[in-house]
């Protein structure tokens, strides 16, 4: 059974910093990308910020020279570096993982979420 642990999240006021980590362990083979998603409070689930297998990057346009997504493949380890972190960040914050399950198939893994708030 894969399962995708999630930490690093909290409460911080604006400008602050914080950096998530997710975890996968279990039934997953191959990783082929990694990726953070956010949802804020009505809102949708949103794209923040995704890392290849060979460390290609993307990021919402919301985010993009405040935050950065790396990973560590012996870890099998996804990190969110947050700076300048602003209220409208404030969400909860999932991994993404594709990987091949124990069939040898691609499927899509997520982390149960971790709540990040900014605020004075």
């Known amino acids: 059974q894969a399962q995708l642990v999630e930490s690093g999240g909290g409460l911080v006021q604006p400008g602050g910093s914080l950096r998530l980590s997710c975890a996968a362990s279990g039934s997953i083979f191959s990783i082929y990308v990694m990726a953070w998603y956010r949802q804020a409070p009505g809102k949708s689930r949103e794209l923040v910020a995704i890392i290849s297998n060979d460390g290609d990057t993307h990021y919402a346009d919301s985010v993009k020279g405040r935050f950065t997504i790396s990973r560590d493949n012996a870890k099998n380890t996804v990190y969110l570096q947050m700076n300048s972190l602003k209220p409208e960040d404030t969400a909860v914050y999932y991994c993404?993982?594709?990987?091949?399950?124990?069939?040898?198939?691609?499927?899509?893994?997520w982390g149960r979420g971790t709540q990040v708030t900014v605020s004075s």
């Open positions: 993404k993982i594709v990987g091949n399950n124990q069939y040898g198939l691609p499927s899509d893994y």
